[in-house]
């Protein structure tokens, strides 16, 4: 609202100012002095009738500034008129447009400019105003006189032009780099939902075909049947929670900034979550031998707990796809200041088992430590063992 009465009040000034030099410009040159007499002539009055036009154009000057400005060099240029109109248009020019555009307009503006001053200068001794700095003693005085006169009433607008575009554009490529960090965390977002879906969805239904196919097997014979049917069951109910968690954040207008108010994201696992991520997996029948040396585990980063907890849950998947019935040794330690490793030993089998997009796991996993700072090594050791080794920082707090 500021704004739109400051550019009405600019522009009503802009085109009063116009008109007001217009008339006192036709004044002294239809009068003749030491006389009531008045001389007129038809560039004269024609030129005093332009340049009201071109005065009240000012007022679509943001609007058409090449139009506006064009309109109004006519009358100082080919008639008798003043180009007051012209040195106004040409700030809402030089705001608007640069290269020749800009510069074309500029000299089309100086020479009109310089014209008038021409015109001004050459009047009787009292109808001229320019006279009074400017020297009629040679044609050289004169000429420079009115050439710098010219220079300084047209680089006022172009400067005050060129400073309102410098400043637009400044704005422009502010809102244009928000909107490009917006995007950047959007995406950042949608790969941590992506990895946060594969790592847990991975884990829980590779947990799921395992309890299954021993389902299968001991069924009619074992008792563990029940169990395990269970275990399906949980299971199954835990990855349906998850996917709908996952869609939900999915379909959230944003990613890296959801409203207050929305739904909350789901609590993400810690360090405290390891022992029930072990106990789950020794419950789908993968023998599991764990070492967890850890100090001050609860003061950890909610960043490092998370990573950590997804990093361990990879490999325990990754050992149910890839080598199912193998045990699994993991050693979990670390504290402030000496980092946080993870490591997980497994034997190779000897025919490995098929399992669609594998690498993409390790993949998801080497993002996380590498955004973290981390190191990760995944490969065999020798010939009989695998190993996953990440290392995360884990800076300790200040004193």
């Not at 959007?186 to 590779?206: F, N, P």
Request: aromatic share 6%; hydrophobic share 50%.
């Amino acid at each position: 609202m500021g704004r739109s009465v400051l550019s009405v009040v600019c522009t009503v000034l802009a085109v009063a100012a116009s008109l007001v030099t217009g008339i006192v410009n036709v004044s002294l040159e239809l009068s003749l002095p030491g006389t009531d007499e008045l001389h007129a002539t038809v560039p004269n009055v024609l030129g005093w009738f332009l340049g009201v036009g071109a005065s009240i154009m000012l007022v679509w000057r943001w609007r058409w500034p090449l139009v506006v400005t064009g309109i109004a060099v006519v009358p100082p240029l080919l008639l008798v008129a003043d180009s007051l109109a012209a040195l106004i248009a040409l700030a809402a020019l030089a705001t608007r447009f640069t290269g020749w555009w800009r510069w074309g307009a500029a000299t089309l503006v100086f020479a009109a400019t310089a014209l008038a001053v021409w015109r001004d200068v050459g009047r009787f001794t009292d109808s001229s105003l320019a006279e009074a700095w400017i020297s009629t003693d040679t044609t050289v005085a004169k000429l420079i006189g009115v050439a710098v006169t010219a220079a300084i009433y047209t680089a006022v607008p172009l400067t005050l032009g060129i400073v309102r575009y410098s400043l637009t554009e400044k704005r422009r490529l502010a809102a244009e780099e928000a909107a490009l960090r917006d995007q950047v965390a959007r995406r950042e977002e949608q790969a941590r939902i992506a990895r946060e879906m594969h790592d847990v969805l991975g884990h829980r239904l590779s947990l799921l075909s395992l309890q299954a196919g021993a389902l299968e097997v001991t069924a009619a014979t074992t008792p563990d049947a029940v169990e395990a049917a269970k275990t399906v069951r949980t299971t199954a109910r835990q990855s349906l929670d998850d996917l709908r968690q996952v869609i939900g954040v999915l379909r959230t207008t944003g990613f890296a900034d959801r409203a207050p108010g929305g739904a909350a994201e789901p609590p993400q696992p810690t360090l405290a979550d390891i022992p029930d991520l072990v106990t789950g997996a020794r419950q789908a029948g993968l023998p599991v031998n764990v070492t967890i040396l850890l100090d001050q585990a609860s003061t950890a980063p909610a960043p490092l707990a998370t990573a950590a907890y997804r990093i361990l849950q990879e490999a325990l998947t990754n050992v149910l796809r890839h080598a199912p019935g193998s045990p699994a040794e993991v050693l979990v330690r670390g504290g402030p200041g000496a980092g946080l490793s993870v490591e997980v030993f497994n034997p190779l089998p000897a025919h490995p088992a098929p399992s669609p997009g594998s690498g993409t796991g390790l993949t998801g996993v080497n993002e996380r430590v590498s955004l973290l700072g981390g190191s990760l090594s995944a490969g065999p050791v020798d010939e009989r063992t695998f190993a996953l080794r990440a290392w995360l920082p884990w800076v300790a707090p200040a004193s």
